[in-house]
């Protein structure tokens, strides 16, 4: 073996080493972008999530909101906070508290929805079990999922919508 051929020998393992370089970069940064996305979808939920409860438990704000609401809406209350009031004599400001705390609660199980198929098998069938029990069994949490449906992130609503249709959930016993 020559010289030349050793070089050319040489040449092949770089290039192989370089292409392999390349495939593991190309790898790296598309799972560098899916965790980008993924810190801005928290981001985004999370500043959802804590408005929401600002507005649900800060009482000067949400007698401004329903104040404004009143005024710009001619006394017509959102369906929600309408049947809230009417079936449990609720103030419209406890029942606009509600409707802010409810959907905080959502947007923090839509997150975790978001990402459910990276759970451990056992947890998932915990937060599973947990969504049946807000979403098929507690009645204001029904009646919320029930007439926010069509405002509310549409994969969660997939999400729950399939788990609500199947059998109940099973309770462990511990």
């Known amino acids: 073996m020559n010289w030349e051929e050793v070089g ?17 970069l190309s790898v790296q940064v598309a799972h560098a972008r899916q965790e980008t996305r993924r810190a801005i979808d928290n981001s985004l939920s999370s500043g959802v999530q804590s408005w929401t409860m600002t507005l649900a438990v800060d009482q000067r704000l949400n007698r401004l909101f329903v104040g404004a609401n009143d005024a710009l809406s001619g006394g ?19 029942a606009t508290a509600l409707l802010w705390a409810l959907s905080a609660q959502f947007e923090w199980l839509a997150r975790s929805i978001a990402y459910i198929d990276e759970l451990p ?3 998932r069938e915990d937060v599973d079990r947990n969504l049946h029990a807000i979403y098929g069994m507690i009645p204001v949490s029904k009646m919320f999922y029930g ?11 997939r999400y729950i919508d399939d788990l609500l249709a199947r059998a109940p959930a099973t309770q462990s016993s511990s």
Request: charged share 15%; net charge neutral.
């Open 147 to 157: 007439m926010m449906k069509p405002t509310l992130n549409r994969d969660a609503v």
């Open 8 to 24: 050319a020998i040489g040449q092949v393992l770089g290039s192989v080493a370089v292409l392999i370089t390349l495939v593991y």
């Open 121 to 123: 098998p056992s947890r």
């Open 76 to 94: 017509q209350l959102p369906p929600f906070m309408s049947e809230m009031t009417r079936l449990t004599g609720m103030t419209i400001e406890d």
